[in-house]
């Protein structure tokens, strides 16, 4: 009896270890401690994580990175910036990595980093001392190895690598192919609105939908750019464009301005030279996702923020116009717009060169009432019709061109 019990026992346990042990950490709690001589950061963890940490120049910031965590915050959390962290944001990162990121108000240094155990009703602990150092010292740690865990985590895949683009030989007359692009995601929230909606889920939700209206028709091939609450930097969404053989890109913001009155929603192409300087303000806030994202952009040549149109993409550049003029008229008839509605400048992630894209921004989570407007699902279904109003003109236009 007893041994037929145990072996169920047994069993039981035999089936369940890997399940328990295929449990991610959770991060319980995030601390900021000051002392006189450093900053201290403490994540009270459910269990061990492995772990990366190094710092990041222009602005400074110090990344935490660790093998996939979830996020079970409590109140109050992540707390404000104190000693010599400015701000800190968390989130997923790529695949199986999460990233908390540290904005640090100068050059700091990494004093000691400590993993202490958990034991009994005291959670596992990853501490990190940051401390001021001179410029020069802080240079030499950014260019330095991060700070790891085990050796696997030196060679952690540190961001999303979207496919090889295959041959240029798609079938014709195949639908066309409408990449969507959900902005911000993970680590990167984007604007945050009065009531705390961040940017990131109201683009989720509406690429979501815009999808859902699209392949509805049965007329489109639909592509997110992400559709979780993940981090993709600009280059990689615009790989991810042309790896699909997109012919039009999307990407959807919701912006936020330091007054409460400005609502309303524009649309935006890309230029070399900005429309006004408020557009130019705009593009530049919105290239700054990787940035905040933790992303290192000296080790880059900077082909995304460079942004100089060559020839090739003069022709797209019309085709962007063109999409942007008739998305306006029919978001205009359902929705608020901002005056000078369309305009353009410098956005990184409209550089394909051979796709026609715009960014729409759907409206200021910074006002009241066009951030109620973005949370309602009403709503934004009301802004896809238009979108979705648009792109069949934009086909139809486009192959009464063909014929002509
Ligand atoms: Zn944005």
Same mark, same amino acid.
């Given at each position: 009896?007893?041994?037929?019990?145990?072996?169920?026992?047994?069993?039981?346990?035999?089936?369940?270890?890997?399940?328990?042990?295929?449990?991610?950490?959770?991060?319980?709690?995030?601390?900021?401690?000051?002392?006189?001589?450093?900053?201290?950061?403490?994540?009270?963890?459910?269990?061990?994580?492995?772990?990366?940490?190094? *710092?990041?120049?222009?602005?400074?910031?110090?990344?935490?990175?660790?093998?996939?965590?979830?996020?079970?915050?409590?109140?109050?959390?992540?707390?404000?910036?104190?000693?010599?962290?400015?701000?800190?944001?968390?989130?997923?990162?790529?695949?199986?990595?999460?990233?908390?990121?540290?904005?640090?108000?100068?050059?700091?240094?990494?004093?000691?980093?400590?993993?202490?155990?958990?034991?009994?009703?005291?959670? *596992?602990?990853?501490?990190?001392?940051?401390?001021?150092?001179?410029?020069? $010292?802080?240079?030499?740690?950014?260019?330095?190895?991060?700070?790891?865990?085990?050796?696997?985590?030196?060679?952690?895949?540190?961001?999303?690598?979207?496919?090889?683009?295959?041959?240029?030989?798609?079938?014709?007359?195949?639908?066309?192919?409408?990449?969507?692009?959900?902005?911000?995601?993970?680590?990167?929230?984007?604007?945050?609105?009065?009531?705390?909606?961040?940017?990131?889920?109201?683009?989720? +939700?509406?690429?979501?939908?815009?999808?859902?209206?699209?392949?509805?028709?049965?007329?489109?091939?639909?592509?997110?750019?992400?559709?979780?609450?993940?981090?993709?930097?600009?280059?990689?969404?615009?790989?991810?464009?042309?790896?699909?053989?997109?012919?039009?890109?999307?990407?959807?913001?919701?912006?936020?301005?330091?007054?409460?009155?400005?609502?309303?929603?524009?649309?935006?192409?890309?230029?070399?030279?900005?429309?006004?300087? $408020?557009?130019?303000?705009?593009?530049?806030? $919105?290239?700054?996702?990787?940035?905040?994202?933790?992303?290192?952009?000296?080790?880059?040549? &900077?082909?995304? *923020? &460079?942004?100089?149109?060559?020839? +090739?993409?003069?022709?797209?550049?019309?085709?962007? +116009?063109?999409?942007? +003029?008739?998305?306006?008229?029919?978001?205009?008839?359902?929705?608020?717009?901002?005056? &000078?509605?369309?305009?353009?400048?410098?956005?990184?992630?409209?550089?394909?060169?051979?796709?026609?894209?715009?960014?729409?921004?759907?409206?200021?989570?910074?006002?009241?009432?066009?951030?109620?407007?973005?949370?309602?699902?009403?709503?934004?279904?009301?802004?896809?019709?238009?979108?979705?109003?648009?792109?069949?003109?934009?086909?139809?236009?486009?192959? *009464?061109?063909?014929?002509?």
């Amino acid at each position: 009896m007893f041994g037929i019990r145990r072996f169920w026992a047994a069993l039981l346990i035999l089936l369940l270890v890997p399940i328990v042990g295929a449990a991610k950490p959770a991060v319980i709690n995030v601390r900021l401690g000051l002392h006189p001589d450093k900053t201290r950061v403490v994540l009270d963890l459910s269990e061990a994580p492995e772990y990366r940490i190094f *710092t990041l120049p222009d602005p400074y910031r110090v990344v935490i990175d660790m093998t996939e965590v979830d996020w079970q915050l409590s109140a109050g959390n992540p707390p404000e910036g104190r000693g010599l962290v400015a701000a800190l944001r968390y989130g997923l990162f790529a695949v199986g990595t999460s990233r908390l990121v540290l904005d640090a108000k100068g050059p700091v240094g990494i004093k000691l980093v400590d993993l202490l155990p958990g034991k009994g009703s005291t959670p *596992t602990r990853l501490v990190i001392d940051l401390e001021s150092v001179p410029e020069s $010292e802080f240079i030499r740690q950014s260019q330095g190895a991060p700070l790891i865990s085990t050796p696997m985590m030196a060679s952690l895949t540190s961001t999303f690598v979207p496919p090889p683009p295959k041959p240029m030989q798609s079938p014709p007359s195949t639908k066309p192919v409408i990449v969507i692009d959900a902005g911000h995601g993970g680590v990167d929230p984007g604007a945050i609105g009065t009531r705390g909606t961040t940017e990131k889920s109201i683009t989720l +939700a509406m690429a979501k939908e815009l999808r859902r209206q699209l392949e509805e028709t049965g007329r489109y091939k639909v592509v997110l750019t992400r559709d979780t609450d993940i981090f993709i930097r600009l280059r990689d969404r615009i790989a991810i464009a042309r790896a699909a053989h997109g012919d039009l890109f999307v990407s959807l913001h919701a912006d936020s301005h330091e007054s409460s009155e400005p609502r309303g929603a524009s649309v935006y192409t890309l230029s070399e030279t900005a429309s006004d300087a $408020e557009a130019a303000a705009l593009a530049a806030k $919105e290239n700054k996702a990787d940035l905040i994202a933790g992303v290192d952009l000296s080790a880059e040549n &900077n082909i995304v *923020t &460079n942004i100089l149109i060559d020839l +090739a993409q003069r022709e797209t550049k019309n085709l962007s +116009a063109h999409f942007a +003029a008739m998305l306006i008229d029919e978001l205009g008839r359902d929705v608020r717009l901002l005056r &000078n509605t369309h305009r353009f400048a410098g956005f990184a992630v409209l550089k394909a060169p051979d796709i026609a894209s715009v960014l729409v921004e759907t409206g200021y989570l910074s006002n009241p009432k066009d951030e109620a407007l973005l949370r309602s699902a009403d709503h934004r279904a009301k802004l896809c019709e238009a979108l979705l109003r648009s792109i069949d003109s934009f086909f139809a236009w486009q192959e *009464t061109l063909r014929r002509s």
